[in-house]
């Protein structure tokens, strides 16, 4: 059994913001196995509210949802002072250098492009953000 300490020491809390279902679930059984406390968005209007309400270590954002696109919704996490500082991470199958760039320019601490890495990959990016910001 787990004592509490030792159980607050191991995990951060994470919010994904991906409308696909199929890899949001993966995402959430990996992190969830890792040892982060995961909570889980599909739409940009969700996430606004999600991130209004909670605060988290760390964000993974993807940038083509359901109403209020990615860019839009790091613009408003970097505007707002309770969350400028949270590092959030860009997962997202747009790969063009200019959507990369604009990406960086606008916040996000990475930006990976869903099909060059595995669940693994991004579970150790996020691993060295959270020890390299001292979570």
Known sequence: ????????????????????????????????????????????????????????????LDLVLPGIDGFEILKEIKKNPKTSKTPVIILSNLGQQEEVERGLRLGAVDYLIKAHFTPDEIIQKIENILKKNNI
Do not use: T
């Open 1 to 60: 059994m787990v004592n509490d300490s030792e159980q607050k020491e191991k995990k951060a809390s994470i919010l994904i913001i991906e409308d696909d279902k199929f890899l949001r679930e993966l995402l959430f059984r990996k992190l969830e196995k890792s040892g982060f406390n995961i909570s889980i968005v599909i739409d940009g209007e969700e996430a606004l509210r999600k991130i209004k309400e909670e605060e988290y270590e760390i964000i993974l």
